[in-house]
């Protein structure tokens, strides 16, 4: 069991505020600036470049790794960490399509994040072998995969509606028609249990910034399942990912498994903030995180519905169907959010007309969503939105 007020108490909210935005940006750990300081006075600052042997940095990817692998059901040694979530999408496309090499077909569905279907379109025009990348409807996704489709490309829970796939069965659907599965747990890792193992995924990747709560700029990771991880080809062959950094070889050859997918050198005090965190997520366990992530989803709609007839609800009703999100439909989503935030409550907004509330047990409890709803249901009822300061969009929203 997870005790939910002892892990919030491990977290610093600003005062006055409920966060509702750990899908986009986790919160700030309490023991994250004193190890962000001992990284850099006592390791940097007193060990310089002896850091990488004695404060155990280059081994950081690797073990990292593994702690997160326990949250996605990944088997020791099969995850690491690096870059951003669209390089690692990047790398492990290219490895896949490698693997299918008389196939040209990337599937993917309308509900992915831009940047995986932008990444494809890069290394498709990079490749100039006549691939093709196809987007389907969410629930259209099971009648495309024909056997012209290499690899099935999906983000599992849609960042805009956390609608969530069935990853089990559409993988298991890939391999029947001969495909891989590459699965993006950007709003998974950290958000619900998941079991890439036990599902069959032939790649999986995912960022640190949003439920793991690493901070902005955390690195990404990714999984190579263990029967592709000595003989996949990485595409981004970096001097780190090769079998003997240091003996600076002149021609490439790839390191032992997983370790193939590290590029250049890692981000040290990034990784630091990361552990920080991880400290935190070794101690939870998935399925009460879930339940209890279930129990205040669904709070969040019931008390939000009773308020706030003109929100529509877009996330699926079923909570089995979603992940750890709830997101609304209103046409002026924007300005109401601003107007929320205003407030003390933060969620975000994604055109054209979602307001996201990101819903993370760790640190936000049943008082929050109720206060949150109660808020959100004056701002509405009153029009508080209906106001020109609210209508400027910011770059990021
Ligand atoms: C947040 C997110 C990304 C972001 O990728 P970065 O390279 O880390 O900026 C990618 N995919 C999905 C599904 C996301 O939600």
């Not at 249990?193 to 709560?213: H, M, Q, R």
């Not at 003997?244 to 490439?252: I, T």
Request: glycine fraction near 10%; charged fraction near 25%.
């Amino acid at each position: 069991m997870t005790d939910f007020d002892a892990t919030r108490a491990l977290f610093h909210l600003p005062d006055g505020v409920i966060y509702l935005d750990g899908n986009s940006l986790g919160p700030l750990p309490r023991a994250t600036s004193a190890r962000l300081a001992r990284t850099v006075e006592q390791e940097w600052g007193e060990m310089v470049i002896t850091g990488w042997n004695r404060a155990g940095w280059m081994a950081m990817p690797r073990a990292l790794g593994d702690r997160i692998g326990r949250l996605i059901g990944a088997e020791p040694g099969s995850t690491i960490l690096g870059d951003t979530l669209s390089i690692k999408i990047y790398q492990a496309l290219a490895a896949a399509l490698q693997m299918r090499p008389d196939r040209r077909v990337i599937l993917s569905d309308s509900g992915n994040f831009p940047t995986d279907l932008y990444m494809a379109e890069g290394l498709i025009e990079t490749l100039g072998q006549g691939h093709r990348l196809v987007t389907v409807a969410p629930e259209e996704v099971a009648d495309h995969i024909t056997e012209e489709v290499a690899v099935l490309m999906l983000t599992e829970v849609d960042y805009r509606t956390g609608r969530r796939h069935d990853m089990p069965a559409l993988t298991r659907a890939a391999h029947d028609a001969g495909a891989l599965a590459i699965w993006d747990l950007a709003h998974s890792a950290g958000a619900l249990p998941v079991d890439v193992a036990g599902g069959g995924a032939d790649f999986a990747a995912g960022c640190t910034y949003k439920y793991l709560n690493a901070g902005p700029g955390g690195p990404a990771f990714i999984y190579v399942a263990p029967r592709h991880a000595d003989t996949v080809r990485p595409a981004l062959s970096g001097w780190l990912g090769h079998a003997a950094p240091f003996d600076f070889d002149l021609a490439y050859r790839p390191g032992a498994g997983v370790e193939r997918m590290r590029v250049g050198t890692p981000p040290v005090l990034q990784m630091a903030a990361l552990e920080a965190s991880l400290d935190i997520w070794d101690r939870v366990d998935m399925t009460a995180l879930r339940r209890r992530s279930i129990a205040l989803t669904e709070l969040f709609i019931a008390e939000v519905e009773a308020r706030c007839p003109m929100l529509a609800l877009a996330s699926p009703r079923d909570p089995e169907r979603r992940g750890s999100q709830v997101s609304f439909r209103f046409a002026e989503g924007y300005a109401a959010m601003q107007a929320l935030i205003a407030r003390g409550v933060i969620g975000d907004f994604r055109a054209p007309d979602i307001m996201r509330f990101g819903i993370a047990p760790l640190y936000v409890g049943e008082e929050d969503i109720r206060r949150a709803a109660e808020i959100l249901g004056h701002v509405m009822e009153t029009r508080a939105w209906d106001d020109p300061a609210y209508r400027a969009r910011a770059a990021v929203t």
